[in-house]
T-cell receptor, first 109, second 110 residues
C-alpha cells in the first residue's frame, strides 16, 4: 500500500535539545511538506520541498531545519532555538491533492 | 494565494444533509478547490476536488458556481462519524503550498 509514514507518534523533548521527526513516503511524490498544528488551530506551513536537494521556508520556519537527500524522505529537526515547540506536526506529500501522515505529537518536558 | 472564508462551526442532526459554503473571491484561473476532513489527532484526509460546476464521489458533492468565487461541500445524510473539521483550500498544481485556515468544525448530534 502506498502511503506516508511519520514517526514517532509521540515525542518528548527536554529543554535545549534538538529532536528529529521522520517522514517517509512511497507514493513517488516530488513535493513534500511539513505543517504545524496547535490546539484548535489550522495548519501552518514550516518547510516544503518540491524536489530532491531543494527546500523552501514556509511561514514559521524559525527554529526548524529540514533536509531532502532522498525523494522518499523529508525529516524535520526541531532545534533548541524553537522556543515553543509543543504541537502536532504533520507531514504531507503530493501536488493537486495532498496525502498526510498520521502526525507526531511533540511535547516539551 | 486565494484566501478562503468558511463558517467556524456548524451543528447538524444525524441523517440530515449538510452544506458547508466557502468563499474564495480572489481565486485564480489555475486554482482548484479542494476539501479536506480532519479528525482529532489525525492528519487531514482528502475528500473532494473540483474546478467548476459539480463534482460527486462516494462521500460528498462539490458545487462550484460559474464565477468560482465560492463553493459548497455537500455531505449527504451525515452520521456521528462525520463529526470533524472540514477545510476548504484553493491552489494550483502544487507550485505553491496549500494554505490551511481554521476550517469548519462540524458537530453531528444524535
Amino acid at each position: 500500500d502506498g502511503g506516508i509514514t511519520q514517526s514517532p507518534k509521540y515525542l518528548f523533548r527536554k529543554e535545549g535539545q534538538n529532536v528529529t521527526l521522520s517522514c517517509e513516503q512511497n507514493l513517488n511524490h516530488d513535493a513534500m511538506y511539513w505543517y504545524r498544528q496547535d490546539p484548535g488551530q489550522g495548519l501552518r506551513l514550516i518547510y516544503y520541498s518540491q524536489i530532491v536537494n531543494d527546500f523552501q521556508k514556509g511561514d514559521i520556519a524559525e527554529g526548524y531545519s529540514v533536509s531532502r537527500e532522498k525523494k522518499e524522505s523529508f525529516p524535520l529537526t526541531v532545534t533548541s532555538a524553537q522556543k515553543n515547540p509543543t504541537a502536532f506536526y504533520l507531514c504531507a506529500s503530493g501536488s493537486y491533492g495532498y496525502t498526510f501522515g498520521s502526525g507526531t505529537r511533540l511535547t516539551v518536558v | 494565494l486565494a484566501k478562503t472564508t468558511q463558517p467556524i462551526s456548524m451543528d447538524s442532526y444525524e441523517g440530515q444533509e449538510v452544506n458547508i459554503t466557502c468563499s474564495h473571491n480572489n481565486i485564480a484561473t489555475n486554482d482548484y478547490i479542494t476539501w479536506y476532513q480532519q479528525f482529532p489527532s489525525q492528519g487531514p484526509r482528502f475528500i473532494i476536488q473540483g474546478y467548476k460546476t459539480k463534482v460527486t464521489n462516494e462521500v460528498a458533492s462539490l458545487f462550484i458556481p460559474a464565477d468560482r468565487k465560492s463553493s459548497t461541500l455537500s455531505l449527504p445524510r451525515v452520521s456521528l462519524s462525520d463529526t470533524a473539521v472540514y477545510y476548504c483550500l484553493v491552489g494550483d498544481s502544487g507550485n505553491t503550498p496549500l494554505v490551511f485556515g481554521k476550517g469548519t468544525r462540524l458537530s453531528v448530534i444524535a
